[in-house]
């Protein structure tokens, strides 16, 4: 987001045309820090400028579990292992778990 109303002057912010030229009597020091970054991030030495971030928002996305494919394919997938006896629990009469190849 970059500022339109943007001087050439380092950190005195929005300057007061009915005063003289001179220097400000006060720097502006969020203005100095917000060029400072932009600088940094046209030059390269960070990768972003952070007041051009959006700011995170703060609300939970919302999730439905019935409207999530991954979760009805492992439903889908479950239930005809079930249908099918592939989930049988190990025992002595079953002692192998079961294969997809033809026997």
Same mark, same amino acid.
């Given at each position: 987001?970059?500022?339109?109303?943007? &001087?050439?002057?380092?950190?005195e912010?929005? /300057?007061?045309?009915?005063? *003289?030229?001179? &220097?400000? %009597? *006060?720097?502006?020091?969020?203005?100095?820090? =917000?060029? &400072?970054?932009?600088? =940094?991030?046209?030059?390269?030495?960070?990768?972003?400028?952070?007041?051009?971030?959006?700011?995170?928002?703060?609300?939970?996305?919302?999730?439905d579990?019935?409207?999530?494919?991954?979760?009805?394919?492992?439903?889908?997938v &479950?239930? =005809?292992?079930?249908?099918?006896?592939?989930? %049988?629990?190990?025992?002595?009469?079953?002692?192998?778990?079961?294969? /997809?190849?033809?026997?």
């Open positions: 987001m970059a500022r339109d109303n943007v &001087t050439s002057e380092a950190a912010g929005q /300057r007061d045309r009915r005063f *003289h030229g001179g &220097t400000p %009597a *006060h720097l502006d020091d969020d203005e100095l820090a =917000r060029r &400072t970054e932009q600088e =940094r991030a046209d030059a390269g030495v960070t990768d972003y400028d952070a007041g051009d971030v959006p700011p995170a928002t703060d609300d939970p996305v919302p999730f579990p019935d409207a999530d494919t991954d979760g009805q394919d492992i439903r889908s &479950t239930s =005809r292992q079930e249908a099918e006896g592939e989930t %049988a629990p190990l025992s002595a009469d079953n002692p192998f778990p079961p294969t /997809r190849y033809a026997e």
